[in-house]
């Protein structure tokens, strides 16, 4: 078995003892089980949709209509996160992010914020949490989520699945 299978054994072996027993998981490797460089679990009931190229983000859908979007690209974390929030600010108004703060998650050091806003095409109030992950090669991880403001659930269970971020070494 080599390290890759091995972690991804002990990662779901994990979620299972962690998880509540009523909600099934899957495991979603990134960007394939080939060439994962991190994995995050998600409910069974999300619906995930694969990027078509490395440039764009998987998307993972919930019930509720929260959403989760990841990729890792060659770049600078700045650079990245300047990016991000630049995008936010062209799609949502009366914009509201955090601070940056430094967080270890699984060996990682990510940089993390938090949001609000209001969608610029509906007015629907918006949360957000992201968190971005330098990798040693030079690659950037971006995984963000949003949800409806009176979506608790959702945003909830979003961020369990940003949080389970796990890199494969």
Known sequence: MNKFSLTLLFVAAFGLLAAPSTIAQQLIAYPNQDEAIFVITIPDDWEITQAESMEDYFLVEGPTGAALFFRAMPGDIEETIEENFAYLEENFEELELSELEEVESNGYV????????????????????????????????????????????????????????????
């Open 110 to 169: 990510a940089l993390v914020a938090n949001g609000t806003g209001n969608d610029v095409e509906d007015g629907t109030p918006v949360i957000f949490g992201m968190a971005w992950f330098a990798f040693p090669d030079g690659r950037v991880a971006e995984i963000w989520f949003e949800a409806a403001a009176d979506d608790e659930e959702g945003a909830k269970t979003a961020k369990a699945i940003l949080e389970s971020f796990s890199p494969v070494e």
